[in-house]
DNA sequence: CCTATATGAGACAGACCTGTCTCACTTATA
DNA sequence: TATAAGTGAGACAGGTCTGTCTCATATAGG
């Protein structure tokens, strides 16, 4: 029984064009109906790739969350120090709050349309956070002890949150510039009690 | 015609029970069946005191706005210090993300439900963050340059609104903790570039 | 007492929601 | 060519949504 080629990709395009839609729209405001007509597909179709609508945002969500990861992987690997690493995300930061399609973050709104912690979406919110956390975790690892990175991971990650939060009330520009000028204060301070 | 008290108290009493339920299913999940039910009020009473739904979301976030003001007003009369002053926010935070009805900010759910940035409801939002970020600007203009101050306070901001996503996902008391440590640090070297 | 105001209860309209089902059709694979 | 998977189109059910409307009732002030 072999999935043919065409059910892949038209799953995918499901999934993308229900993530324009959550992102600009929101979750509960974007019905079924719309994500279907915008993406010329039968609802059959969709339901029959996706349990069900919270299925699909699930899907949506992980998708992003993948894409997120890949881009920061590759960064990642251009940079030398680990300075430059936690560099490197502020500026995937600094350029997607540029974009005329930037709409805020759809994990942060993701976790306040679905706020119980039992939720398969807060699950996968709580998967994306706790994966950019880590990240920033583990590169500080190869700097400092381990009790102090993950502190300092949290510093930088909340200085992030907080940055996304200004740029979808349109202070992306100052907010991504505060924000690293905190985290190289916060950084500093790190290496001289090293 | 003169507005009778009772009236007065209805429509306050319709405002904390939606508040209640916005905060904790959310916006577009709470219906107006279910705001009237649990007010014990007609359907018509709701829609004299406020315009639409929208317009009663939008009295919530500012009654709401106004309290967190006012209780940020008393916290800081009793400070002496811009540092200390900035200290009791960081404690009002500390204590809030304890409560054990915490479901997270209601302006960054409300943010993340109506992005529209000409959206009444969306303004409200903004409204409430930069009071915030004002507040804690113009307590640290008596130690600093404006613009040092601004960004200075805009770094703080940041913490508090990435700690406030962190206690959502049950990490509080980390979270508040890391955040005053970080501000702390920044505050520090603000203080010494003096 | 009498009148104006506020309310409770609930029907109602018109739209939208998620999810299921049928039926005809296309297309890839064996 | 034959078979089965995948699809499009749309009806349909059962529920919910916002907002309007009517009518009976309660109450406060003149």
């Known amino acids: 029984m072999v999935l043919r080629a065409d059910a892949a990709e038209k799953r995918q395009h ?21 994500i279907i007509s915008e ?33 920061l992987d590759g960064l990642a690997e251009a940079a030398t120090t680990p300075q430059r690493k936690i560099a490197t995300i502020f500026d995937w930061y600094g350029r997607w ?36 956390k880590r990240r920033m975790q583990e590169i500080l690892e190869a700097r400092m002890p381990a009790a102090q990175a993950e502190s300092t991971a949290s510093a930088l990650f909340m200085l992030i949150e907080g940055a996304t939060l200004l740029a979808q009330m349109g202070q992306g520009k100052a907010a991504i510039e505060n924000a690293r000028a905190a985290a190289e204060r916060i950084l500093a301070v790190r290496k001289a009690l090293r």
Chains 1, 2 share one sequence.
């Open 97 to 132: 709050f540029e974009r005329p399609n930037f709409h805020g973050c759809l994990f942060q709104h993701a976790l306040a349309e679905f706020g119980d912690p039992e939720h398969p979406v807060f699950k996968a919110v709580a998967r994306q956070k706790d994966g950019l």
């Open 39 to 71: 993406a010329a597909v039968a609802k059959m179709t969709m339901y029959r790739h996706f349990p069900s609508k919270d299925g699909l945002i699930v899907e949506v969500l992980d998708w992003r969350a993948g894409r997120f990861e890949r881009q």
């Open 14 to 34: 499901i999934v993308e064009t229900a993530y324009g839609l959550f992102k600009r729209v929101g979750f509960h405001a974007t019905g079924i109906d719309r």
